[in-house]
């Protein structure tokens, strides 16, 4: 069936690092969003690319569609605390336009 | 942006018991959709509740253990029946805006 891997699972940065998500699907999407989930919170949607190649940013995150619109990745450029959470992509399923299903997740967790 | 509520907030349940989580919209939506997060995991689509009709379920998920009510454009109810512990999870309920908006969360344990 149709999956969506995040890669890393994990990754702990000191304050200031970079960090860098990834995210890949099974299936070509015809778009994908970008979710982000504090520790004890609800996802919160972030950002949706459509065309092939997209790049945008916002401040300090940059989110990027791949050519095949089969991946995409988010960069945070010199973290800080407040980056802490959990990152999650989806993509539309095959089934229904508004059903997504959504990356398996990248946990960061930001050292001071 | 949507404004959604959920109650309860978190409940301990025992085995064999049944719970029902409501969503509240501080709008009207077509669609509403709930979703299940377990312990350190990812969101699992479980249905979609339309209102005037039937809830649609993904693979994996049935009505029977899953009901779901949509009475009007801005509340849904989900009900997890027959409770066992692998039911111990977060449910959200989200509707569509720029993006999908989540309901704060049900935190379900089950012993």
């Known amino acids: 069936g149709q999956q969506v891997m995040q890669i890393p699972q994990y990754q702990h940065v000191q304050e200031g690092e970079d960090f860098t998500t990834y995210c890949n699907s099974s299936t070509t999407l015809s778009n994908i969003q970008w979710y982000k989930q504090r520790p004890g919170g609800h996802p919160v949607f972030l950002i949706q690319l459509v065309k092939s190649g997209e790049v945008k940013k916002q401040k300090r995150l940059t989110f990027q569609f791949g050519e095949a619109k089969k991946n995409s990745s988010l960069h945070i450029t010199a973290t800080q605390t407040t980056d802490v959470g959990t990152y999650f992509c989806a993509g539309p399923t095959t089934s229904g336009t508004y059903k997504y299903i959504f990356g398996t997740g990248t946990r960061l967790k930001v050292l001071a | 942006s949507a404004v959604i509520s959920q109650k309860p907030s978190r409940d301990i349940c025992q085995r064999g018991t049944s719970l029902t989580i409501q969503c509240q919209v501080d709008s009207q939506v077509t669609m509403m959709f709930w979703y299940r997060q377990q312990p350190g995991q990812s969101l699992t689509l479980i249905a979609t509740a339309n209102q005037g009709s039937e809830a649609t379920y993904e693979s994996g998920f049935v009505i029977d253990k899953f009901p779901i009510s949509r009475p009007n454009l801005t509340f849904s109810t989900l009900t997890v029946s027959n409770m066992s512990p692998e039911d111990s999870s977060i449910y959200l309920c989200?509707?569509?805006?720029?993006?999908?908006?989540f309901g704060p969360g049900t935190r379900l344990t089950v012993l």
């Open positions: 989200s509707v569509w805006g720029h993006g999908q908006y």
